[in-house]
Each structure stands twice: as structure tokens, then as C-alpha cells.
């Protein structure tokens, strides 16, 4: 078959698995109405929330992958497509289990869960998370300096990012809009950032939203729309999810956005799965979180984030929020790899669209066919790579050093040095 044959063929089956995803809204799915949280409060947290979700019917999407599938040959790339199927089937099976144990079984597959096993094949999720709750523990006793205001308001939010999108992406910035009700924070598609309008928001939240949803969600976003022969790269799915929100979250790290109660929060959502995973219900979890913030909205809104779409007796969790540490991980390693193996030209692969790291040398064909467009939008510490090399090159560099032999010098040096308030 003819170059031109094959390329029809593959960008047939992108379209057909496009389509099939449009139905699947998951977090618009599982999202739970105010009234839940309102009945909570109301009988004083002590019961558990009473949630519902819509019938899904999943014979729609399954019907369109079965055709995708008929176009399906043995190459590398058609196995990438097939992997494209098997997602896209499992996150329509898992709508459909909403409310039941299957959903955490559909969703364990899809996103993971906190003693999945990383690329090492035996870090997890939750040790990391276990141990940056550690290290945070302790330096509670630290003077960090007094923070500046700790509340800013959504419309503050709203302003600094519009002037951020109209900077980077102009005619195509994303309009961004206050809410009432969203899953998170704040939540970035590609024409629209909405913002959580009963959030509060610290200093660093503004810059961490700016680069986490602008310049990484919205980017990948309208680079993968672009993409007219790979329709399936506009498209986010579970199968993308860790390295998008990888990408994101290793953006707060290299700009300087993150900081301690942000990697608390990403930690405490991993720990809190497992906890219902072992059969915490949602008041446990609950009380988890209170205990963890002290601010009974936010301990809500913390524990629908690990509850929704599962059981909420306990058992059956929502394990998306494993991805941002198992992600970052993921992310970092790679990037470090790249410049380990003076292969920096593929950065810019990352950002073509909604991909996965593991889809990086089927991208490089898709480009060589023709079909795979280099991406327009670059977030700034991508663009301008001085520093991620320098970066990236130092911290390679130190990965190889045997720590055990510094911190046992400096662990007696640090003897003679009392603690202090």
C-alpha cells in the first residue's frame, strides 16, 4: 500500500476513535451537585453524602472502536492506535459503572492506583507520597518568613490570567470565566479556563494555575487540534492523563510556582486514596482532610475528589489524583534522560498534542509520514531551554552521587548545631 493509502487509513482510525471519545465527559460525569455538599452541613457532617450519577450508555462508543478496530493492521503505529481503543473502551466502562466496585477496577487500570508500580518497578505512588509527608512533617519547625496575603479572590485570578493567555496565544487565548461548581480549583479546556469562584487562592496558586493549566493544558490543547491528520491528539483520555498532568505539575516545579502546601495537597490525595482503597468511607476521609486543613469546605471538596464516580461506603475509589507525583516522576526522568543522552531535539515531541511519553517514537514516525505537525505553542521554560538544561544536567548529575556517604558527614557535622525555634 502507498504512502498516501496508509496515511488516509491512519487518519481515518484517528477520526473514528475522536468520535468516539466526544461522549466521554468523565469529570463532568462524576462531578456531584452543590445540593450534596449543602445536605452535608446541614446534618452537621456526620452522615454520609447521598450522590447519583446519570445512566451512561457505553454501546455508542463501544460501537464506534469496533470500527476503528476493523481498520487496525500490526504496525507500530496501529498498535499505538489499538492502545487509543482499549482506553477509550475501559473509560466508557467505566461511566457506566459509576456508583458501583467495577468503576474503581475500570479506574485502577486507566489512572493506577497508589501502589502501582512506577518505571523502576518498585517505587509507588504512595511511597513517594509517604515520604514527601515525611520530609514535610519536619519542617514544620522552620521560620519560612511570613507569607503574603493568603486569600486572593477568583476575579484576581481571572485578571493576571488573562493577561497570560492573551500574551502567549493571542486570537486563540481561552476565555476565563468565574463558577460556581468545578471539580477542582480551576479546570482549562481548550477555549475556556474556568475558575472556582468560592476558591481562595494564595500567590503561588496564581502562577502555578498560569503555568499548569495555561501554558501546559491549553497549549497541548490547541497544538492537538491543530493536528488535522490526528484528530485523536486533540483529545484528552485517561491514556494521556499521567504525562499531562506530569508535564503540569513539573511546569510549577521548574518556574519556581510550587511550594509546600501544594505538594502537601498532591500527597494527602494519594494517601487518602489508599485509605479508602482499605476501606475508609467518605466521613473518614473526610476527617482525614479536616484534620489535615482545619477548613470544613475544603476537607469536602478534598474528599469528593477521591469519592466521586466510586462507593462511598468505602472500598471503591476515583484514582485519578495518583497521576500528578506518578506523572511528575515520569516526566522528570524523561526530561533528565533527554539531556543524559544529548537527546533534547524531542522536548518539543512532548507538546504536539495529547500524548503519553511511551507514545514519543510513534509521534517521531507520525512527523517523518508527514502527518504530525510540529507544535505551535511552547510553554516559556520549553521554549527558551537554557535553564531546563542546566537544570536537568545538574540534577542528573547529583542522582549519580552516593548520598548515603554526604549524609553521614553531614549528619555529624549537623550534631554539633542544637535545634532551634
Not at 71 to 92: M, Q, V
Not at 308 to 329: E, I, N, Q, S
Not at 382 to 393: E, H, K, N, P, Y
Request: proline share 4%; glycine share 6%.
Amino acid at each position: 500500500m502507498s504512502l498516501e493509502s496508509e496515511n488516509k487509513r491512519i487518519t481515518h482510525v484517528c477520526n473514528l476513535l475522536h468520535s468516539a471519545l466526544v461522549p466521554i465527559r468523565i469529570l463532568t460525569h462524576v462531578s456531584w451537585d452543590s445540593s450534596v455538599r449543602e445536605q452535608f452541613f446541614a446534618q452537621g457532617a456526620k452522615e454520609l453524602p447521598q450522590v447519583s450519577y446519570p445512566a451512561f450508555d457505553a454501546q455508542k462508543t463501544l460501537a464506534i472502536v469496533a470500527e476503528a478496530r476493523r481498520y487496525i493492521k500490526d504496525s507500530s503505529i496501529d498498535k499505538w492506535l489499538n492502545r487509543h481503543c482499549h482506553t477509550i473502551e475501559n473509560s466508557a466502562r467505566m461511566l457506566s459503572a459509576c456508583g458501583s466496585k467495577d468503576f474503581f477496577k475500570y479506574s485502577s487500570e486507566l489512572y493506577g492506583s497508589p501502589l502501582s508500580s512506577l518505571p523502576d518497578e518498585s517505587t509507588t505512588s504512595y511511597a513517594l507520597a509517604k515520604q514527601f509527608d515525611s520530609l514535610i512533617q519536619s519542617f514544620t519547625r522552620i521560620d519560612m518568613g511570613s507569607p503574603p496575603p493568603a486569600c486572593h479572590l477568583a476575579q484576581t485570578v481571572a485578571d493576571e490570567m488573562t493577561v497570560a493567555v492573551q500574551a502567549m496565544f493571542k486570537e486563540e487565548a481561552p476565555k476565563i470565566e468565574i463558577v460556581d461548581e468545578l471539580s477542582a480549583n480551576a479546570l482549562a479546556g481548550s477555549d475556556r479556563i474556568r475558575i472556582r469562584r468560592n476558591a481562595c487562592f494564595t500567590d503561588k496558586d496564581i502562577n502555578q494555575l498560569i503555568q499548569h493549566e495555561a501554558y501546559i493544558h491549553v497549549a497541548t490543547s490547541l497544538n492537538g487540534l491543530a493536528q488535522n491528520d490526528l484528530k485523536i491528539l486533540g483529545a484528552s483520555h485517561p491514556g494521556t492523563t499521567k504525562t499531562q498532568e506530569g508535564l503540569a505539575v513539573f511546569a510549577e516545579f521548574i518556574t519556581g510556582s510550587m511550594d509546600i502546601d501544594r505538594m502537601r495537597r498532591l500527597a494527602d490525595r494519594i494517601l487518602a486514596i489508599q485509605m479508602a482503597i482499605e476501606g475508609a468511607d467518605f466521613l473518614q476521609v473526610y476527617q482525614y482532610f479536616l484534620s489535615r486543613t482545619g477548613k470544613e469546605e475544603q476537607a469536602f471538596e478534598n474528599a469528593r475528589r477521591v469519592f466521586r464516580g466510586g462507593v462511598l461506603t468505602g472500598g471503591a475509589p476515583f484514582t485519578k489524583d495518583v497521576v500528578y507525583l506518578d506523572g511528575l516522576l515520569r516526566v522528570h526522568n524523561f526530561l533528565r534522560t533527554l539531556v543524559t543522552t544529548g537527546r533534547g531535539d524531542c522536548l518539543r515531541l512532548l507538546f504536539c498534542g495529547k500524548l503519553d511519553i511511551e507514545d514519543i517514537p510513534i509521534i517521531y514516525e507520525l512527523k517523518e509520514r508527514g502527518l504530525c505537525k510540529a507544535p505551535k505553542y511552547l510553554p516559556p521554560w520549553a521554549s527558551d531551554m537554557r535553564f531546563l538544561l542546566c537544570q536537568l544536567a545538574y540534577s542528573s548529575f547529583l542522582n549519580g552521587i552516593d548520598l548515603s556517604q554526604i549524609k553521614q558527614h553531614y549528619n555529624v557535622l549537623l550534631e554539633k548545631v542544637p535545634k532551634f525555634e
